[in-house]
């Protein structure tokens, strides 16, 4: 009795553990693609203070997890930068930010496994964010204890 109480423990042990492991494993970085170009649409209401009038087009990409949008200015994002102008992105959280607390970007090349690491002071809001070469960028956000992710494409000049 004492060994059967023991094998049906040992194996409902086991069923525990096998459904506790993931079915797939998680996307690596470069796992998705980059628009070729942004089409402006209306911004996302929560994403919209500030702009007047609120409807208007802005091109734009919305974190993975739906908490920050990348609004783009500097349309297209060049890589190398160009002397002329900037690449302008204002970053706008959908969820609460700690005051102070910065943004943390850490950025990855299709096909490179050596990140590239941007910090905007102050959390979410406006930036320049320069890239090293072109190509699709995979952004990992970390910011007041939140991480979202999002694809953003440089080009060449």
């Not at 040992?10 to 096998?18: G, K, S, T």
Request: aromatic residues 6%; charged residues 20%.
């Amino acid at each position: 009795m004492l060994r059967r109480a023991l094998f049906l423990t040992a194996a409902m042990v086991c069923c525990l553990v096998a459904c506790d492991e993931p079915a797939e494993a998680p996307a690596s970085p470069g796992a998705a693609s980059c628009p070729e170009k942004l089409s402006p649409a209306p911004l996302p209401t929560w994403a919209r203070a500030g702009f007047h009038p609120p409807e208007q087009s802005m091109p734009y990409v919305v974190g993975d997890r739906g908490d920050i949008a990348a609004v783009v200015f500097g349309d297209p994002l060049l890589a190398p930068p160009d002397e002329n102008r900037g690449n302008k992105i204002l970053w706008v959280s959908r969820v609460p930010q700690e005051a102070g607390d910065p943004l943390k970007i850490e950025a990855y090349l299709d096909g490179s496994g050596t990140p590239v690491l941007r910090e905007v002071p102050g959390g979410p809001g406006p930036s320049g964010i320069d890239l090293p070469k072109a190509g699709c960028w995979h952004l990992t956000l970390r910011w007041s204890g939140h991480v979202d992710t999002l694809n953003l494409r440089y080009v060449s000049p």
